[in-house]
């Protein structure tokens, strides 16, 4: 919805405005879970392509030193890679 804002102006503001905290609603906890291969993570970025900020909390998710970012990841592969 974020990338048709023209189309759903006010559901599109919403949801900016709801991930940006800024509704009074607050992200307590998310379910991520990445690739890890020799100690390097692979990071799909599903908030950017959206327009969404990238949360902070998600930046302290990945558990390796090391992590690569791999862009954008369409919810498909979201769903069969990361079960």
Known sequence: MARV???YPYSSR????LFSEKLG???IKSFNSYPNLLGVSFVDDTFTRAGIPYPDFIKNAVSSSLSIK???ADN????YDHP
């Open 5 to 7: 804002s023209d189309r």
């Open 14 to 17: 919403y949801y900016k405005l």
């Open 25 to 27: 609603y607050k992200i």
């Open 70 to 72: 791999l862009g954008y």
């Open 76 to 79: 498909d592969v979201i769903t």
